[in-house]
């Protein structure tokens, strides 16, 4: 087969291209600027060439879809000027681990894709940029690990022309992503109806905020949405601290939606704000109604806050201001849920912000993002909540193998010692057992939210609950276990 017009060699030069591609540099718009790689356009062009010059007895090219996983992350951690080198790198690894003859593009920040015309190789190329992305990277006195999501289609039977194949290809890498990334998947027509489905809860989603967009801006009540709250529980004493707030989407046919599900695709299309801002609002004024325990502390309220409304740094530090002020609640008594994958450098200035408001600070599924122990001591968090899949790996249930369990008891103990050193209590996730609970109160962990004690609740449960959840709960074998 003849080579694509537009093509990157197998061996990079110095800027990882081939000497054909940046030959045709400057404004070029089939040119990308960073990486002298092709442009999407230029692909689309290449790709339809490929396709005119398939005869009916040749297999098609293949088409590898590449996304570098939590690229956003890594780029606000190290800065930008390191991640374009990064993507330059990148770019280089990809083009020297193509066939000969094969396109390589760059279509959008760090998304890639490759043409390779033998199809036949195409799944062993996938493989190989897996293992050569997935290597350390050591750029301007940073040690930077990437992964990589690929979808791979072939045509013709994913796709007999250039747009369809290209569709497979980016499906068959949403369902790696989806799988928890650093994978390839090859284009399956099963996630072509998976991701039907995820197009369809996307625009009910839209619809639904849009019905709703004035009560958004308030604590008003929401058509389909509801905030539930799970109780936070002192080992220690077996008080209850507070609540949890968690959202929840009745969906009128689908019925209960997680937040694993929709929480994403909000991030995903830019609306995560609004429905953010209204969780905070609602469960500020909740809590600010919530009644002081017969001889305990007033309750405190943990909100989630997603890492885009961390970016978007003064003006989320003002809708927790005004969330405060709306609904009357003592700063001390609301804690700002983080997770742990958004522990980014330029967030440090909207968290000491947030602080200066008298908020508490909790970094949430610690234990499964990337803070470094050295960053951590200079955040102003005051709690570690250990992720649950931790606590989960604790369970005597038979299945875990006890080297598992081992490791999770001392992964645990660790992150409790690391608190307390640190002078900030830490909070066991997910704990369903009493068993899972003597471990990781042994391990010394000050805090527990689970099934144990409570799954999350409406709000007029939670009223209703708060003096009977009030009494020490973890010393006999709580009464309102579900
Ligand atoms: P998360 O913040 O780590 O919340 C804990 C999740 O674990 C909740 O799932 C809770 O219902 C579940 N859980 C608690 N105890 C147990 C247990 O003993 N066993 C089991 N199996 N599960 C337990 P949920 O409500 O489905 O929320 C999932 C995630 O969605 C949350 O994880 C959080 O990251 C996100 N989320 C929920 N509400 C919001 C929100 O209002 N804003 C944002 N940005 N994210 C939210
Ligand atoms: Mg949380
Ligand atoms: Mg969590």
């Known amino acids: 087969m003849e080579k694509p017009s537009v093509s990157a060699e197998a061996s990079p030069n110095a800027s990882g291209t081939s000497g054909a591609v940046s030959a045709a540099q400057g404004d070029d718009p089939t040119v990308d600027p960073l990486t002298k790689l092709p442009t999407r356009r230029a692909f689309q062009q290449a790709l339809t060439q490929a396709f005119a010059r398939v005869t009916k007895d040749q297999a098609g090219p293949a088409l590898l879809a590449l996304d570098l996983d939590r690229f956003q992350a890594v780029n606000d951690s190290t800065g930008i000027v390191t991640g374009d080198l990064l993507l330059t790198r990148a770019a280089a690894r990809i083009v020297g681990a193509v066939p000969q003859g094969s396109t390589v593009a760059r279509i959008s920040g760090d998304e890639f894709t490759v ?15 897996l293992d050569l992305l997935g290597r350390t990277y050591a750029v301007n006195g940073h040690t930077v690990t990437l992964s990589v999501s690929i979808g791979l289609a072939l045509a013709p039977q994913h796709g007999a022309d250039a747009v369809s194949l290209l569709r497979s290809a980016t499906i068959a890498l949403h369902a790696a992503e989806a799988d928890g990334k650093n994978k390839w998947r090859v284009f399956d027509p099963a996630m072509q109806a998976h991701a039907s489905a995820q197009q369809q809860l996307e625009s009910d989603l839209r619809a639904v905020l849009e019905l709703n967009r004035r009560e958004l801006g308030s604590a008003m009540a929401v058509e389909q949405f509801e905030v539930h709250y799970q109780p936070q529980v002192d080992i220690g004493s077996g008080r209850l601290t507070g609540f949890e707030a968690l959202v929840r989407w009745r969906h009128p046919d689908r019925g209960m939606v997680s937040p694993m599900l929709f929480i994403p695709l909000l991030e995903q299309i830019g609306l995560i704000g609004l429905l953010g801002d209204w969780v905070l609002n609602t469960a500020c004024r909740a809590a600010a109604a919530w009644p002081v325990p017969h001889g305990g ?63 508490g600070l909790s970094l949430d599924d610690f234990g499964t993002g990337f803070s470094s122990l050295s960053q951590l001591a200079g955040y102003p968090f005051d709690r570690l909540k250990i992720d649950k899949s931790f606590v989960d790996d604790l369970s005597g249930m038979g299945s875990k193998q006890t080297s598992v369990r081992d490791r999770a008891f001392w992964m645990i103990k660790a992150i409790a010692s690391l608190g307390s050193g640190l002078g900030i209590g830490t909070t066991a996730e997910g704990v369903e057992t009493a068993g899972q609970l003597d471990q990781v109160r042994s391990a010394g962990v000050t805090h527990m939210q689970g099934y144990l004690v409570a799954r999350p609740l409406p709000e007029a449960q939670v009223r209703a609950q708060i003096d009977r959840l009030s009494a020490p709960l973890l010393t006999d074998r709580p009464s309102h276990l579900e």
């Open 297 to 359: 502390k007033p309750l405190t309220v943990s909100v989630n806050v997603s890492p885009i409304q961390l970016r978007e740094g003064r003006a989320m530090v003002a809708s927790v201001a005004r969330a405060l002020k709306d609904s009357g609640l003592d700063p001390l008594r609301l804690d700002i849920e983080i997770t742990e994958s958004a522990m980014l450098r330029d967030a440090l200035e909207t968290l000491q912000s947030l602080k200066g408001l008298g908020v």
């Open 115 to 129: 043409l390779i015309p033998d199809a036949s190789a195409a799944e062993a190329v996938a493989e190989r940029l």
